[in-house]
Nanobody, 117 residues
Framework: VQLQASGGGLVHPGGSLRLSCAASGSIFSIYDMSWYRQAQGKQRELVAVITSGGSSNYADSVKDRFTISRDDAKNTVYLQMNSLKPEDTAVYYC????????????WGQGTQVTVSS
């Protein structure tokens, strides 16, 4: 199972970006899909998670600005990020709990998001 993240980049404060993460490989089922981020010198933190039933939760710091969604037909999770702030600057990682004959948590390679004027 591989996760491929894309969509990062440089954006001005107040701008928007949409991250995507597609899972591929021998996949029977995907359960929770999530986005984490790690800013330079800081620990990795959970940004948002969405269950297979569509329920979602967010870190307090991104509530009302970020939206997580998923397209199960495409094995893809998205993170729509609006009203971006400099403190959102980080490497963003997607993660998914996948059943491929065994259960496992898989990680994408990370995509850089930089918010700067």
């Amino acid at each position: 199972v591989q996760l491929q993240a894309s969509g990062g980049g440089l954006v001005h404060p107040g701008g928007s970006l949409r991250l995507s993460c597609a899972a591929s490989g021998s996949i029977f089922s995907i359960y929770d899909m999530s986005w984490y981020r790690q800013a330079q010198g800081k620990q990795r933190e959970l940004v948002a998670v969405i269950t297979s039933g569509g329920s979602s939760n967010y870190a307090d710091s991104v509530k009302d600005r970020f939206t997580i969604s998923r397209d199960d037909a495409k094995n893809t999770v998205y993170l729509q990020m609006n009203s971006l702030k400099p403190e959102d600057t980080a490497v963003y990682y997607c993660s998914a709990v996948v059943y491929s004959g065994t259960y496992g948590r898989y990680w994408g390679q990370g995509t850089q998001v930089t918010v700067s004027s």
